[in-house]
């Protein structure tokens, strides 16, 4: 990033001569405790190659999520890491789209992630996984999908029902359409079996 542009967004309210010596003053106090954290020269600025920020953490287990694997036992990102939203407060087009990739690789890595832990039988982690999705995306079906299968692997029958009712109504309310097949099959047989249970 230019430090014309660097100083003018975190001193936006100062003269532009100010903004710089705010700039000039920050990197100095900086660079004395974590001299790699920020590189430059005459007028660019860019973080250093060692910095991993916590996007790059999310996108890195996102990628490994989809490649099939799960990742590494000593990566370990919060969930909140990916419903945080990228550079909520910039306008520019290109961050519009990098937004956009980001929210969206972070809702398939959740589903993902709750496919997972499912799979492994950390039922408890499945159901938080695919409750962050949710809280991202709210209306987004395939998270609802993945949390119904983490109630009904863990036996929690009732859980699943209620949640697919739940959702319908929000559907039913919101959009004025009704999920789809694929959800309602999950618990498609409960009632069945229910009725089967009762002779």
Not at 52 to 57: F, R, S, Y
Not at 93 to 111: G, K, P, Q
Not at 164 to 175: G, M, N, Q, S
Request: contains cysteine; charged residues 25%.
């Amino acid at each position: 990033m230019p430090r014309s542009r660097a100083a003018g967004v975190l001193w936006p309210n100062s003269s532009q001569d100010h903004a710089f010596a705010c700039l000039r003053s920050t990197l100095w106090r900086l660079r004395k405790v974590l001299p790699e954290l920020i590189q430059g020269e005459a007028e660019m600025l860019w973080i250093g190659a060692e910095v991993e920020a916590d996007v790059d953490l999310v996108l890195r287990v996102a990628d490994t999520l989809a490649s099939g694997h799960d990742p590494d036992e000593g990566v370990v990102v919060p969930l909140g890491w990916f419903a945080h939203e990228l550079l909520p407060d910039w306008d520019d087009d290109w961050v519009y789209i990098e937004r956009e990739h980001f929210r969206m690789t972070a809702l398939h890595a959740l589903e993902q992630m709750s496919a997972s832990y499912r799979r492994k039988g950390q039922f408890a982690q499945a159901i938080e996984s695919a409750l962050a999705a949710i809280a991202v995306e709210p209306m987004r079906e395939s998270p609802r999908r993945a949390l119904v299968a983490a109630f009904l692997a863990e036996g929690n029958i009732s859980d699943a029902l209620a949640h697919v009712k739940h959702y319908t109504a929000i559907l039913d309310t919101e959009l004025g359409v009704a999920p789809s097949a694929q959800l309602t099959g999950l618990v498609a047989n409960l009632g069945l079996a229910r009725a089967s249970a009762r002779r």
